[in-house]
């Protein structure tokens, strides 16, 4: 029992930090949302274009925000 213990103990100390810091560098990374949204109709028509036309294309649509922002404006939509 005490070998299980101290194993268990070993293994939070060993992956609590390493799971810490993957959450805090993923949420810190920028979100990306498209406005307008893009439709399927869109998507479709550039099914027989280039990558590179479509990258273009979603990047002139897209606006960067923070994490804290995302949160936000998702938890606006909840309390809609």
Do not use: C, H, N
């Amino acid at each position: 029992m005490k070998k299980l213990l101290l194993r268990s103990v070993l293994a939070a100390v060993l992956i609590g930090p390493a799971v810490t810091f993957v959450w805090t560098v993923a949420s810190t990374r920028v979100t990306v949302k498209y406005e307008p949204g893009v439709s399927e109709e869109e998507f479709k028509a550039y099914k027989t274009r280039s990558v590179s036309e479509l990258d273009a294309f979603l990047k002139s649509r897209q606006v960067k925000f923070s994490r804290s922002q995302w949160l936000r404006e998702s938890m606006g939509f909840g309390l809609r």
